[in-house]
């Protein structure tokens, strides 16, 4: 563990309360000092949820570490389920917790309480956010599901979305809508949205729908093993991998995967007239593992972007990211230090990020627009309207929150480029208002303030150097005329000037770039 500013994921006991929060009808009694305690401000604040997480804390205090904190948590386990009656309860640790020890499931065993209790072993200091969830959600499943004879007709569960996930409520309408199509009924969605009693009967449906492997996948495979269910392993995000998915579906079920796709509109999008100056558009892509492989997939084969990097924050999936990322001959950065991240994002000068929370900061750091596809979020990432990142729609919604930053990028930079103009400028009065224009005046010819004189021989060395420049040995520095000079190419090729300037600038050896080696530069490249 480290103190940052920043982090992907939380301890193990987040995404415990991620599961638990999802269901209903399950409790979960942590064992946690005062200073744990938040699971009210994840929830309701960051997902405007509209009702308060199953949580009860035992927020023991530093004065209780010298008496019985295990009766304190006996005596909070015992309370919790007198007040909620649950139908299951999951008891653990927080991060803190763990270090005294109290064993909290033999604990709560001891009560005798008539409802299932889930032991959670969650080590804090060697596991995250994501590893919690799964192992959680697998030990649900283990305790309560149990194989039985399946449904009549053709029914699956789906497996995975939980609270404080990236669009998870829309996912799972959006992939059972889909489903629907086939001819598929969901049995269980869980763990969102289900109870323990849903749980109870998974074991009767045909297949499983897994669609986040961060926090479903050990749950998959026992049930796989346990109750005899096959689980699809292509997760629906995009055009391309949603039709892969139906055709898994149907290699699973025998049903026919055509569909009907009348609502789709990326593709006639993408290929459109006024899509196609973002063809060629260098992206960067970061965060959890499945959400950047999808989102690869989609930039360079469904919108025509250049994949210049990605890499995700779970060191679980290391492997299938270089798998992936090999594709694209990029080398992924698989890191948990957003200082990382945006070390790298500064290095290779994307036109678009595609990113977390975290990615959106560094973007408005650099000056780079940026598209959020993956947790960690905040609270506008959990919008009111619906809004999938699966199936048909979720790919149309995908294409509108990527283009959108480039598009608005753009109506940005002519905006900044046309601010001195006499019409423009910020006094002029908005347009739409009917403003009348009016010229720009100097403060010194309003009779205003007007700066003092600069000292004696300061202009001369001005007009000769712009401004005293220090240029390390062997670095390149740009000199303030050629910066603001810059600044007027649009943002969406500037990166790529900036970097055929310095490299044209450092083959000849020249340490300062001047407005003169710009258009020399741009006289170079453009033979």
Not at 8 to 34: D, I, N, S, W
Not at 460 to 489: F, H, M, Q, Y
Not at 504 to 521: F, K, M
Request: net charge negative.
């Amino acid at each position: 563990m480290k103190l940052t500013l920043w982090t992907y994921e939380g301890p193990p006991h987040v995404g415990a309360m991620r599961v638990a929060t999802g269901m209903k009808g399950l409790h979960y009694v942590l064992h946690a000092p005062q200073g744990d305690t938040y699971a009210d401000l994840l929830f309701t604040m960051i997902e405007r949820r509209n009702h308060r997480p199953p949580v009860t804390f035992t927020t023991f205090q530093a004065r209780d570490l010298g008496a019985d904190t295990a009766n304190l948590f006996k005596d909070s386990a015992r309370d919790a389920y007198n007040r909620f009656q649950p139908q299951a309860m999951i008891v653990g640790a927080s991060c803190t917790a763990e270090l005294i020890q109290d064993d909290p499931g033999g604990l709560a065993e001891a009560l005798g309480l008539p409802i299932p209790v889930i032991p959670l072993e969650l080590p804090s200091y060697q596991r995250k956010e994501n590893f919690g969830a799964d192992e959680t959600f697998y030990q649900i499943v283990k305790a309560l599901a149990k194989p039985m004879p399946r449904t009549e007709a053709i029914t699956c569960n789906i497996l995975g979305a939980t609270a404080l996930g990236f669009r998870h409520r829309d996912d799972v309408a959006e992939v059972t809508k889909l489903l629907a199509l086939m001819g598929i009924t969901v049995n269980v969605a869980a763990p969102m949205g289900a109870t323990p009693e849903d749980i109870a009967r998974m074991g009767q449906a045909h297949f499983n729908v897994l669609l986040y492997p961060e926090t479903g996948e050990t749950a998959a495979r026992h049930l796989e093993r346990a109750c005899g269910q096959p689980y699809t392993k292509i997760v629906p995000i995009g055009v391309g991998a949603t039709r892969d998915f139906l055709h898994e579906v149907s290699g699973l079920t025998g049903l026919s995967a055509k569909v009907d796709e009348s609502g789709l509109r990326l593709p006639w999008w993408s290929a459109s007239v006024d899509s196609t100056y973002l063809t060629g558009k260098r992206v960067y892509i970061f965060g959890d593992a499945t959400h950047v492989t999808a989102a690869a997939r989609i930039a360079a084969t469904e919108i025509g972007f250049d994949v210049v990097g990605m890499g995700c924050f779970n060191r679980e999936f290391a492997r299938p990211m270089r798998a992936a990322a090999k594709a694209y001959g990029v080398e992924p950065l698989i890191t948990d230090d957003y200082l990382e991240v945006e070390a790298e994002i500064a290095r290779l000068q994307p036109e678009l990020i595609l990113g977390t929370q975290m990615e959106r900061h560094i973007g408005k750091r650099l000056g780079i627009p940026c598209a959020v596809i993956s947790s960690p979020v905040h609270v506008q990432d959990f919008p009111a309207r619906y809004s999938p990142q699966m199936g048909f729609e979720g790919a149309n919604v995908i294409f509108d929150t990527w283009i959108h930053p480039l598009v608005m990028g753009l109506e940005e930079h002519l905006l900044t480029m046309f601010r001195e103009d006499f019409e423009f400028h910020d006094d002029a009065g908005a347009s739409h208002h009917g403003g009348k224009a009016v010229a720009r005046v100097e403060p010194a010819e309003a009779g205003g303030f007007a700066p003092p004189a600069p000292p004696a021989g300061y202009l001369e060395t001005a007009e000769a150097t712009e401004i005293p420049v220090v240029t390390p040995s062997g670095e390149v520095v740009w000199l303030p005329d050629a910066e603001r000079e810059l600044k007027k190419i649009p943002f969406f090729v500037r990166g790529k000037a900036k970097r055929n300037t310095e490299k044209y600038a450092a083959d000849r050896g020249v340490a300062q770039i001047s407005i003169d080696t710009l258009y020399e530069a741009k006289a170079h490249y453009a033979r």
